[in-house]
């Protein structure tokens, strides 16, 4: 089966600029998640979806932070204005139910934000 | 608050060397998870423990599961080149999301 596809993979912005983050899930995954990652750190929840619905936004900072899973398949992560702290790793996942068996990683996007 | 701290941070080793990642919290898990993240990739599951005291072996990695299930370790014997990567647990409370731990970044010298 086809892997977690994310896009762009490398982006490099000026702060104060805005960039989106595509993700297309795995093929019946109804379950898709968003995660930040520090250089060297583990990764960090942002947002996890079931199907388009959102069931936990708790650590996405919504001043700056969007995210929109609008036919429960596809999904755009938006920052806007960025910040030079923004600067990571952005994961995509998904998973079937709960995810408890584990979750699909896409390779991510490398976002600099200078 | 971290909930899941690994320990050591980081780990270097020569080609052949046995090591041991720990993965610690306060908190019970339901599930624990066991995923190597290589450069420029996302992270890739290696293996799911449920029950507590529970043992996986996967080829040259055994995972173990603590019997009060709050904590794991990894251990690898005669490690390679190629198991080269950051280690990453992860814990799930019920049906709730997963809570990364800190990482073990593990270099692997010929």
């Known amino acids: 089966e086809a892997g977690v596809a994310q896009s762009p993979r490398y982006k490099i912005i000026e702060k104060r600029q805005s960039v989106a983050f595509w993700c297309n899930p795995i093929s019946g995954h109804a379950t898709l998640y968003w995660y930040q990652q520090i250089l060297g750190q583990g990764p960090k929840l942002l947002i996890q979806?079931?199907?388009?619905?959102?069931?936990?936004d708790s650590q996405l900072p919504k001043d700056r932070f969007s995210a929109e899973r609008l036919k429960g398949v596809d999904s755009t992560l938006k920052i806007q204005p960025a910040k030079l702290e923004d600067s990571a790793v952005y994961l995509c996942a998904s998973s079937s139910s709960t995810g408890v068996y584990g979750y699909t990683f896409g390779s991510g996007t490398r976002l600099t934000v200078v | 608050t971290q909930l899941l701290e690994q320990s050591p941070q980081f780990l270097s080793i020569q080609e052949g060397e046995n090591l041991t990642v720990y993965c610690n919290s306060s908190?019970?898990?339901?599930?624990l998870q066991w995923y190597r993240q290589e450069p420029g990739e996302g992270p890739v599951l290696l293996v799911t423990v449920v029950t507590g005291g529970e043992v996986k072996k996967l080829k040259r990695l055994t995972f173990q599961f603590g019997d009060a299930r709050k904590d794991s370790s990894l251990h690898i014997t005669a490690a390679q080149p190629g198991d080269t990567g950051l280690y990453l647990c992860?814990?799930?409370?019920?049906?709730?999301?997963?809570?990364f731990g800190t990482g073990t970044r593990l270099q692997v010298f010929p």
């Open positions: 979806f079931q199907n388009n619905g959102v069931v936990d």
């Open positions: 992860a814990g799930a409370r019920g049906t709730d999301k997963l809570i």
């Open positions: 908190s019970v898990f339901s599930s």
